[in-house]
């Protein structure tokens, strides 16, 4: 709800990639967005490949590796320590402080397309395999 003494504000956040050193304008799409806990990341998957992690104000913070593949879902758990990514690669855990991959999981035999965390350890993915996996 907006009150009348301040107007809204809007961010524009562009996906970009590196190439040569230089910072390149993504072509491809942004699928899905999943803020932080206490809102102050907000975490994106794309297109390109790629999950990347953003600040409020609009820095890019960290880039998560790379799928080998769209990045279709990610969410982060409840500590907000660990990302869990969708992609055309199956299912991925990201260690949000590393930018590193923990575990990839391969129990799909075709493209993860959501994924939702239970707890801190435990999730859920689907997949075009008409499949629901819960992993603890």
């Known amino acids: 709800m907006n009150d009348n003494s301040s107007s809204p504000t809007q961010l524009v956040i562009r996906h970009f990639i590196q190439k040569g ?8 799409n942004v ?14 998957g794309s297109y390109d490949d790629y999950a990347r992690i953003w600040t409020t104000d609009g820095r890019l913070a960290s880039t ?22 969708a ?5 991925t855990i990201w260690d949000a402080s590393t930018s590193q991959c923990t575990q990839q999981f391969a129990f799909h035999s ?19 395999d008409q499949c629901i996996h819960v992993w603890k």
């Open 87 to 91: 992609g055309f690669d199956k299912t």
């Open 110 to 128: 075709a493209p993860a397309l959501d994924v939702d965390w239970q707890s801190n350890v435990s999730f859920a993915s689907c997949s075009t």
């Open 21 to 28: 050193g230089t910072e390149v304008p993504s072509n491809k």
């Open 31 to 44: 699928t899905s967005l999943d803020w932080y806990c206490d809102g102050t990341l907000l975490a994106t």
């Open 64 to 85: 998560l590796g790379q799928h080998k593949g769209p990045t279709v879902a990610l969410k982060w758990n409840k500590n907000g320590n660990y990302i869990l990514s």
